[in-house]
Antibody, heavy 119, light 107 residues
Framework: EVQLVESGGGLIQPGGSLRLSCAASGFTVNSNYMSWVRQAPGKGLEWVSIIYSGGSAYYADSVKGRFTISRDNSNNTVYLQMNSLRVEDTAVYYC?????????????WGQGTLVTVSS | DIQMTQSPSTLSASVGDRVTITCRAS??????LAWYQQKPGKAPKLLIYRASSLESGVPSRFSGSGSGTEFTLTISSLQPDDFATYYCQQCYSYPYTFGQGTKLEIK
């Protein structure tokens, strides 16, 4: 059974850093594209970043230069390193698995982890 | 960026109704489009991918159509479990973008 479990969220001051983790089971994270998608409180979904099977990564303009996606194949985990956090980064962050045939469309999602950026 | 615009933003309907949600792209997304259902406090759930392919395990009352710039999600006969918010999403080009959502409410 495919499962994605996010962790690492919490309350952080503006300018701070956090690292989110997404532990996968039931498949290997280097066999699928993996993405992070966020949802601000009461708002819609916003794609944040993707990492390809080969390791290439892409980012939304809103996080480019501040966030870094990475993968640890030995732990079957995907990470999102978030630096220089802003109030507007406050959101539930979801890890999502890309379809084999359409890596940018997501068939499994984690339960989400809440990041609150506030002083 | 490809902007995705859903209509309507809110839809009131009754059990048994046939409903259609539209998603328009600001430029062609080919058929690189998905539809998701989200309930409060839960992660989104994939319903339709590649514009018209039904995800495994999703009831056949859900269907998708369209290509290019106009897409539709149709629920043929609403069930109580279908009242939720629906999002379209394109992955034709970066950045991937979602529609603003359509909240389906009980009339």
């Amino acid at each position: 059974e495919v499962q994605l479990v996010e962790s690492g969220g919490g309350l952080i001051q503006p300018g701070g850093s956090l690292r989110l983790s997404c532990a996968a089971s039931g498949f290997t994270v280097n066999s699928n594209y993996m993405s992070w998608v966020r949802q601000a409180p009461g708002k819609g979904l916003e794609w944040v970043s993707i990492i390809y099977s080969g390791g290439s990564a892409y980012y939304a303009d809103s996080v480019k230069g501040r966030f870094t996606i990475s993968r640890d194949n030995s732990n079957n985990t995907v990470y999102l390193q978030m630096n220089s956090l802003r109030v507007e980064d406050t959101a539930v962050y979801y890890c999502a698995r890309g379809l084999i045939t359409s890596g940018g469309l997501f068939d499994y999602w984690g339960q989400g982890t809440l990041v609150t950026v506030s002083s | 960026d490809i902007q995705m615009t859903q209509s309507p933003s809110t839809l009131s309907a009754s059990v048994g109704d046939r409903v259609t949600i539209t998603c328009r792209a600001s430029q062609s997304a080919s058929n690189w489009l998905a539809w998701y259902q989200q309930k409060p406090g839960k992660a989104p759930k994939l319903l339709i991918y590649r514009a018209s392919s039904l995800e495994s395990g999703v009831p056949s009352r859900f269907s998708g159509s369209g290509s290019g710039t106009e897409f539709t999600l149709t629920i043929s006969s609403l069930q109580p479990d279908d009242f939720a918010t629906y999002y379209c999403q394109q992955c034709y080009s970066y950045p991937y973008t979602f529609g603003q959502g359509t909240k389906l409410e009980i009339k």
